[in-house]
């Protein structure tokens, strides 16, 4: 009975590996672009030091792009051994997954104008926000 239901956890556990696999490729085919393609005198120009202005264009950098969570951790631990500030990471995190500026027609079309325009302007103004309280609490308990 033991060894059935071991078995059965093994098959299951590999039936799942298997499904997740094709996205481990893109996580680290996107990691190999990243790091190629992206240099960090690229990042550091672009990310100035300013918290404010790191905040915002992290806010905007993940507000445009599109992905499954997963990524966009792999790419925030990536940009911060770059050196970029942990706002502008937060900030990138918290946007791609909450504003998906790529799939706003679909979310225009499914749910109005109106809906789509205050849920994705709340999000933007909530991922600043929750990037600041984010970065405080980590700086009070650090």
Same mark, same amino acid.
């Given at each position: 009975?033991?060894?059935?239901?071991?078995?059965?956890?093994?098959?299951?556990? $590999?039936?799942?590996? #298997?499904?997740? !696999?094709?996205?481990?490729? =893109?996580? /680290? &085919?996107?990691?190999?672009?990243?790091?190629?393609?992206?240099?960090?005198?690229?990042?550091?120009?672009?990310?100035?030091?300013?918290?404010?202005?790191?905040?915002?264009?992290?806010?905007?950098?993940?507000?445009?792009?599109?992905?499954?969570?997963?990524?966009?951790?792999?790419?925030?631990?990536? $940009?911060?051994?770059? #050196?970029?500030? !942990?706002?502008?990471?937060? =900030?990138? /995190? &918290?946007?791609?997954?909450?504003?998906?500026?790529?799939?706003?027609?679909?979310?225009?079309?499914?749910?109005?104008?109106?809906?789509?325009?205050?849920?994705?302007?709340?999000?933007?103004?909530?991922?600043?926000?929750?990037?600041?309280?984010?970065?405080?609490?980590?700086?009070?308990?650090?």
């Amino acid at each position: 009975m033991a060894d059935k239901t071991f078995l059965r956890s093994i098959l299951q556990s $590999l039936k799942n590996f #298997g499904s997740i !696999l094709p996205m481990l490729a =893109a996580v /680290i &085919l996107t990691m190999g672009l990243f790091q190629t393609y992206i240099t960090e005198d690229m990042l550091k120009s672009i990310f100035s030091g300013n918290t404010l202005g790191d905040t915002l264009i992290g806010t905007l950098a993940g507000g445009v792009s599109v992905g499954n969570p997963v990524v966009s951790y792999i790419l925030g631990g990536e $940009l911060l051994s770059s #050196g970029i500030s !942990l706002y502008a990471v937060t =900030a990138f /995190i &918290l946007s791609w997954v909450s504003i998906g500026v790529v799939q706003l027609p679909l979310e225009w079309q499914l749910f109005g104008r109106r809906f789509t325009i205050v849920r994705n302007l709340l999000s933007v103004i909530g991922a600043i926000v929750v990037t600041f309280l984010t970065v405080m609490t980590l700086k009070v308990f650090s």
